[in-house]
């Protein structure tokens, strides 16, 4: 193989993944292990299994943790109703819920009050629309596609507003928001768009990268939504598309007759794997790496009090 790799920019960890794993480190640190973690801090396999071997332990229900013990809550954000159960077991909760998920869950609890119903824009069963729609009892559906918003049947529409999960495919989420402008033209929507700015980012780079290659590699998990949406839409462009979880995942008949090969990772994919895999190619044959140009990250989120003196969380793009 005489190929060339091709590196995206931005790629990997944005602020809010680069958060959430500080808080876990930072509390094994403070009140040693275990430190319990309610679901994937975010969703990587490499990232879990690191803070395991440090002492963190991942569970899915509350009642698997000891009365007292150090709760951390991911990156996607809990339910009202998971949030209360823990306050009421005593837990020392330290909440690393994406300050980005947590302006959707303040803007769905703003507008409830003010007599709001929602419609959801999501995957069904992803851990982050599960907590967004559990910031209510009721008032709120969820639709995954045009199709899904023509089946809705809502009375009361007069004061109606929508949000999103904030990893979705941009153009997806487009299409379904057109859905439902058409049918819901009084609906209200978020002043900024729900989908974050590191998921935009990374979409936005594909579009640049696909075109320019033959095949294009994503790095990331399978549970990770915003890695698949950047396979997804590598395909779409007509470019073939595959993730890898680890190094091991990547196989040399994907690069068969395809000597540009484009490489990016997910917002909770760290570096570290990137590298591993840049160095695999090389072995196959890769004979020269570049990285495209693309925006520089510099987004900054505080950490929770008392986790000792580092008062922000910080991630830039620039990985070079």
Partial sequence: MNAEVVLAEPRGFCAGVDRAIEIVERAL????????????????????????????????????????????FSAHGVSQAVRLQAQARGFQIFDATCPLVTKVHVEVAKLAREGYRFIMVGHAGHPEVEGTMGQLSAGIDLVESADDVARLNLDNVEKLAVVTQTTLSVDDAAEVLEAIRRRFPQVREPKQQDICYATQNRQDAIKVLAPQVDVVIVVGSPTSSNSNRLRELAERLGTPGYMVDTVEDLQAEWLEGRPRIGLTAGASAPEVLVQAVIQKLRLMGAVSIRSLSGVQEQVRFPLPLGLGDKSMATVSADRS
């Fill in 29 to 72: 640190q403070r009140f040693g292990a275990p430190i319990y973690v309610r679901h994937e801090i975010v969703h990587n396999t490499y990232v879990v299994a690191d803070l395991k071997r440090k002492g963190a332990i991942f569970i899915e229900e509350l009642d698997e943790v000891p009365v007292g013990a150090t709760l951390v």
